[in-house]
């Protein structure tokens, strides 16, 4: 599997509010998003010692027995919160129907602010380490700052006012995945993965990963998969079917998925990667945005509710569509 760097870009120039640095900025972010739909970012404010911590507290908590785990495992079908065991998903199967699970076991969070509100589940959060609560409300609040500096980027790439997006993204919603992808002392079935190929169903996705074998692979737009190579202290970012579908297919919703690691590895490779899904507010509206469409290009696609769209992603992926 042939490596490649994402595009990179410094999005500190921007942050930090310069005419000319916004302009570079501005156009390294919207030719990324056109051409390949992923970049890596740098310079985007989130303190290292909070993405190590975290990560550290997340690593001791899927390191628990597994019956212990459980414990936080939710009761709907369609889990959106809480413990994922391994089998309990297949992310394939929004492109592809049946396919194998994926090689995966997940803890996932809600946006922390929206807990105890109408149509918002409760958290669960571990006992242990105790620490794990506290981390998921600091990192909420630095992932929510740096994705409302991204929608101001993504609204000035897209040829519209700077605040644009600010009425949609005043309650934005969030949900914090840290997926633990287990050694394989087993072969993987045929067609299995640590995580299915799919497209990722919101606006954008922020990924902290690690540099353990077995890692994000990209689809390249000739068809060929590339492995995403890991550049340290950065988020890899990338465009979501909500925003693909709001930009009128300008900006790429790409095909990536997470590769096993290779039989002949040795040593561990387990892996953990620390994902931020963003969008719009639940009830959002999403129609091609004025600046994407005209009588050469009309809208491609029906609007949308967000809330309901993503809805319907998660239930695909856990076979609960026709429930």
Not at 20 to 46: L, N, Q
Not at 52 to 80: C, H, I, R, V, W
Not at 190 to 195: A, D, E, M, S, T
């Amino acid at each position: 599997m042939a490596e490649f760097t994402l595009p990179i870009v410094d999005i500190s120039p921007f942050l930090e509010g310069t005419a000319a640095g916004k302009e570079r900025v501005v156009c390294e972010f919207a030719d990324a998003f056109e051409s390949v739909g992923f970049a890596v970012i740098t310079g985007h404010g989130v303190p290292e010692i909070l993405t190590n911590g975290l990560y550290d507290a997340a690593t001791e908590f899927f390191q628990e027995p597994f019956d212990a785990k459980m414990t936080y495992s939710p009761p709907e079908a369609a889990k959106s919160r809480g413990y994922l065991p391994m089998g309990m998903e297949s992310v394939a199967k929004t492109l592809k129907g049946e396919t194998p699970p994926d090689l995966c076991e997940a803890l996932v969070f809600g946006a922390p602010h929206h807990e105890g509100e109408e149509g918002h589940s409760a958290n669960f959060y571990p006992e242990t380490p105790a620490s794990l609560a506290g981390l998921v409300t600091e990192y909420t609040d630095a992932i929510l700052t740096l994705n409302a500096a991204l929608m101001r980027l993504s609204a000035l790439a897209l040829d519209l006012p700077e605040d644009y997006f600010a009425p949609m993204y005043a309650d934005p919603s969030l949900t914090l995945r840290f997926v633990n992808y287990p050694d394989q002392d087993t072969d993987p079935l045929p067609g299995q993965l640590r995580y299915g190929e799919h497209h990722d169903y919101g606006a954008i996705t922020i990924l902290r990963q690690d540099a353990a074998p077995g890692g994000l692979e990209v689809m390249a737009l000739d068809g060929t998969w590339h492995e995403a190579k890991v550049i340290p202290e950065s988020f890899v970012i990338n465009v979501g079917d909500l925003l693909s579908r709001w930009t009128n297919d300008r900006w790429r919703s790409t095909l990536h998925r997470v590769s096993n690691p290779a039989r002949t590895a040795t040593g561990s490779t387990r892996r953990l990667s620390m994902v931020a899904f963003t969008g719009p507010a639940g009830d959002t509206t999403v129609s091609a945005l004025p600046s994407c469409v005209s009588q050469d290009a009309p809208a491609k696609y029906e609007p949308v509710s967000a809330g309901d769209y993503i809805m319907s992603k998660i239930r695909a992926s856990h076979d609960l569509a026709k429930t």
